[in-house]
């Protein structure tokens, strides 16, 4: 669709980094990698050894900043100390999570969680996490991804990639291409290979998943060329088959930030003096302006389709792994609570017709025919749940359809919606009376992949699961894995096909069956006349 379809962009800007790390045993675990020998601690469960801030990259910084990643080749001086938690990489401040100290451009880093008694034969199942954040917020340190408690039959990875600016930029004429942190993660999974044997993983049984941008970015990556090399599926939780730009307009975007800076597109000397908080404080100023309801400014920093790395879109190329694709069923509250908080209830009619204006234009009619607020009369808030209708269905849910429909796709896919509403905050922000208005939001499903079922939310408050969400976590994980071990969900997930819509509904425990994408022919249609 046109530049209209800004609808809540700002979803994905959620997330920064932090983390609270469980007590390491006395006796701290040791591995040896291509640089050397790092030494990590021990988990509080016991069973779980973690490996905290491995460079897999020269540091990004002076003449490197806008380059592509130079992979770290050193040597460690003696034994390298591997318990730090890693800084993140330069960002923004974020929606409902307070803005986070320990940025750093020296940020490329991995951490690696393995069980106590990984051993070289057999080999484990390797599950690599991508954060989300918009392309331009998050980090591996923020607590909610602590992989302290993962799967203990699988060895865990998550890495760090520029965003923003600094990972993005395109200056075409002065050799700034972009895509700096698509190619950071392509290097990581690179150090995926070189390394984790050393870790007790197996390098030919590696799933890479992302949630929101980083479920976008794993779809990117999963219709590369070389993605058989680097994975053996992907998931993607709430971002497969989102629009991605081309290098045009992200060079568009780039000249008119470095005007704000004030450098010449071109500068590419004042580019890389800029301080990063400069760099971020006048993206902020160009994603805040001209907010209108529920709108905000596009963030044109993001993976571009540049005719090299990446070719076409991916939903063009189509995925060249297996890969689950999927979204929750209510995308859209999270913002919308975010933004408006108690608010909420006061969203009248007014607000609704603005907001489809604001987004659709000349097509807002057509919409509000098919999404009018009186099809939510029966709900506790029937604006709110409109947009976030609208929202889940226009740019997640179909999103995700088109992906899995790609007559391009060369590997087999599947899918999900995840529809279970949580009974405790996952994030410190979300107050435990809005669980239920939130339902099953954005990032909801995010605790229970990572096996956060105690003391929620991030380990150190006060809430537990039911044994019933305990479960549902342990489906999860044990399907998660699956993908990395066989190229499948397991034995009960059926593969997706267009003509009969299967795959799981994840309730408040997993049904098999009809998972309905039927609202994305009239999305499909709406585009099509879309006069943009």
């Known amino acids: 669709m ?12 959620l997330l920064g980094p932090s983390l609270v790390l469980a007590e390491a045993a006395s006796r701290a675990p040791e591995v040896e990698i291509a640089n050397g020998t790092i030494r990590g601690g021990r988990c509080a469960s016991g069973t779980v050894n973690y ?17 592509p990643p130079q992979p770290y080749n ?6 390298r100390d591997a318990t730090t938690p890693a800084p993140s990489c330069p960002q923004l401040g974020m929606f409902l999570v307070a803005y986070q100290a320990g940025q750093s451009e020296d940020c490329l880093f991995v951490d690696v969680w393995a069980p106590a008694n990984a051993t070289e ?3 484990l199942p390797v599950k690599v996490w991508l954060h989300g954040g918009g ?12 992989g302290c408690n993962s799967d203990t039959a699988a060895v865990h990875v998550s890495l760090n990639y520029r965003l923003g600016a600094l990972g993005f930029l395109v200056a075409e004429p002065a050799g700034l291409l972009g895509n700096y942190g698509l190619r950071d993660q392509i290097l990581a999974l690179r150090w995926v290979q070189e390394n984790i044997e050393a870790f007790g993983g197996d390098k030919h049984k590696v799933v890479v998943f992302g949630q929101s941008a980083g479920g976008l970015d794993a779809h990117i990556l999963a219709t590369l060329d070389e993605a058989p090399s680097l994975m053996k599926s992907a998931i993607m939780q709430s971002g497969a088959g989102q629009s991605v730009q081309d290098l045009p307009s992200v060079a568009a975007f780039s000249a008119k930030f470095a005007a704000l800076l004030p450098c010449g597109a071109n500068d590419v000397a004042c580019l890389r003096a800029a301080t990063p908080e400069h760099l971020n404080t006048t993206l902020l100023s160009m994603f805040l302006n001209g907010s209108d309801g529920f709108v905000f400014e596009f963030n044109g920093f993001g993976p571009a389709v540049d005719g090299g790395l990446v070719p076409a879109h991916p939903t063009e190329a189509g995925v060249k792994v297996p890969s689950l694709i999927g979204s929750t069923a209510h995308e859209g509250t999270l913002l919308l609570y975010a933004s408006y908080g108690n608010a909420t209830a006061s969203l009248d009619q007014t607000d609704y017709d603005q907001t489809l204006v604001s987004n659709f234009g000349s097509q807002a009619a057509i919409v509000n025919d098919t999404y009018p607020v009186s099809r939510y009369s029966s709900t506790r ?18 999103a995700a359809f088109n992906a899995l429909t790609s007559s391009a796709n060369a590997a087999p896919v599947y899918t999900f919606v995840f529809n279970h509403t949580a009974t405790c905050p996952w994030l410190p922000s979300i107050a435990p009376g809005a669980l239920e208005l939130l339902g099953p939001a954005h990032t909801s499903e995010l605790a229970l992949v990572f ?17 019933q969400e305990a479960a549902l976590a342990a489906y999860l994980q044990a399907a998660w894995t699956s993908m990395a071990g066989a190229g499948n969900p397991g034995p009960d997930w059926p593969e997706f096909a267009e003509s009969s819509m299967l795959g799981v509904v994840l309730n408040d425990a997993p049904v098999p069956g009809v998972v309905d994408y039927s609202e994305c022919a009239f999305w499909e249609g709406l585009k099509s006349q879309d006069p943009a």
């Open 135 to 146: 392309n331009s917020a998050g980090g591996i340190s923020f607590p909610l991804y602590d």
């Open 51 to 67: 490996f905290l801030s491995i460079p897999y990259a020269v540091p990004p910084v002076g003449d490197l900043r806008f380059t």
């Open 451 to 467: 096996g956060q079922v105690r003391r929620l939310p991030f380990g150190t408050g006060s809430c537990n699961l039911t044994g």
């Open 121 to 123: 034969d057999p080999k």
């Open 74 to 79: 050193q040597t460690f001086a003696g034994v």
């Open 2 to 13: 046109g530049n209209g379809r800004k609808i809540l962009t700002s979803l994905a800007v």
């Open 381 to 398: 808030l029937p604006v709110f749940y409109a947009v976030d209708d609208i929202y889940t269905s226009s740019v997640i849910h179909c």
